[in-house]
């Protein structure tokens, strides 16, 4: 292992609840920008960087990490990394930056097991809201990422939620997962149900408690699985979205 791959920052003044990174980038000037980025901010530290696949497992050995930012350019041709990232560290999430999004690849991604697709040419303020959200448990999909996936997963859909075990939602509860899978983000749903983006939230902390799901992006899948929608009568919910 070459120990100039690696990095440490000493992160004693972190505060509780603060996110510890790895960069895991082949190229110097992004992990210099990206550790940058973060050291503006007062939760977030960068306490390794990489810039090999071998180096990143070592790094992973080295510092407990919560977030890893991994260049999927260091993962090309190996199938297999992302469950191996998760097996060595299954509390690290792992973001992958990429230079175009392509639909299998993406979706392959998902699939398994990382939280976040992002372009390089991603901005720091979003960069910095994507680690942040997905530290907190969530996943960071794109609309159009989002609609790859969920028709990659109907293609496999063929389990029916039977009556007796079918979640009981309310007719705006089920507009909403509606918008949901439609690739909406709270605002477009508040504005459409005509509403606020703190009742959208309100309304899906509900919805994941009683499906069992903890982000939008297992609700939609849960709803494709289970063909949820179906037994629901569309045109009445649909008047609920103005």
């Known amino acids: ?35 940058k980025v973060f050291a503006l901010e007062d939760d977030i530290r960068v306490v390794a960087q990489a810039e090999t696949l071998l180096n ?26 992302i469950p ?22 993406t979706v392959e991604l998902y699939r398994r097991g990382v939280r976040g697709v992002i372009p390089r040419s991603i901005s720091p303020d979003l960069l910095v809201k994507c680690v942040r959200k997905i530290a907190a448990g969530e996943t960071w999909i794109d609309n159009r990422s989002i609609t790859w996936v969920i028709e990659a997963y109907r293609s496999q859909a063929n ?6 075990s079918r979640p009981r939602l309310s007719s705006k509860e ?27 939230k309100n309304y899906l902390r509900k919805i994941y408690d009683k499906l069992g799901v903890s982000d939008r992006l297992e609700l939609a899948l849960y709803c494709m ?3 949820l929608l179906k037994h629901y009568p569309q045109d009445a919910v649909m008047e609920l979205v103005q």
């Open 1 to 35: 292992m070459d120990e100039r791959a690696l990095h440490e920052t000493h992160d004693e003044d972190l505060p509780e609840n603060g996110i510890r990174v790895i960069l895991a980038d082949s190229q110097a000037i992004y992990r210099v920008g990206m550790r």
């Open 56 to 81: 990143l497992y070592a790094a992973l050995q080295r510092f407990p990490a919560d977030v890893v930012v991994l260049e999927a350019q260091l993962i090309t041709g190996t199938v297999d990394a």
């Open 84 to 105: 191996e990232l998760v097996r060595r560290a299954p509390n690290a999430k792992v973001i992958v930056q990429v230079v175009e999004n392509d639909e299998a690849a």
């Open 159 to 164: 389990a029916l939620v039977s009556p007796r």
């Open 174 to 200: 089920i507009a909403i997962i509606t918008c949901i899978t439609r690739g909406m983000r709270n605002k477009e749903i508040a504005y459409h149900v005509g509403t606020t983006e703190q009742v959208i």
């Open 225 to 227: 699985h289970h063909q």
